[in-house]
């Protein structure tokens, strides 16, 4: 099981570190860090997100977050790589108790690429 989970989350991190660093330098590319409108809405959802992951409501903030999803919006992209990482980093207990795996993760990572078009991992 160890095994397993080591490969889990490795696959986990390549991904994320990745995703992160493509949509960081598209978002950057384009400018939107420049625009005011786009940091409030950006930190207001963020928020909501890591509060409902503070409660153990991590399938709460993902079904939110992918309801929210705008592949045209690459302020969402960053938004879900970033969730999907706080969600890495954390403890085995935290998401027993909120009624997640590590195998949600790296799946949410996954399904996030299909929605914009990336087929960088599957497995």
Same mark, same amino acid.
């Given at each position: 099981m160890i095994e397993s989970n080591d490969w889990l989350l490795k696959q986990i991190n390549v991904v994320s570190e990745f995703l992160q660093k493509l949509f960081t330098d598209m978002e950057t590319s384009r400018k939107? @860090?420049? @625009?005011?409108?786009?940091?409030?809405?950006?930190?207001?959802?963020?928020?909501?997100?890591? @509060?409902?992951?503070?409660?153990? !409501?991590? *399938? #709460?903030?993902? @079904?939110?977050l992918f309801?929210?999803? #705008?592949? *045209? *919006? /690459?302020?969402?992209?960053t938004i879900a790589t970033r969730f999907y990482d706080k969600l890495k980093g954390l403890s085995d207990?935290?998401?027993?108790? %909120? *009624?997640? %795996? !590590?195998?949600?993760?790296?799946?949410g990572l996954n399904d996030m690429c299909d929605m914009f078009g /990336?087929?960088?991992f599957k497995g």
């Open positions: 939107l @860090n420049e @625009n005011e409108q786009y940091q409030k809405d950006s930190f207001e959802f963020e928020r909501l997100l890591e @509060n409902l992951i503070e409660e153990d !409501r991590i *399938n #709460d903030a993902e @079904n939110i309801e929210k999803l #705008d592949t *045209n *919006n /690459l302020m969402y992209a207990e935290k998401l027993q108790k %909120s *009624n997640y %795996s !590590r195998d949600e993760i790296l799946q /990336l087929e960088i």
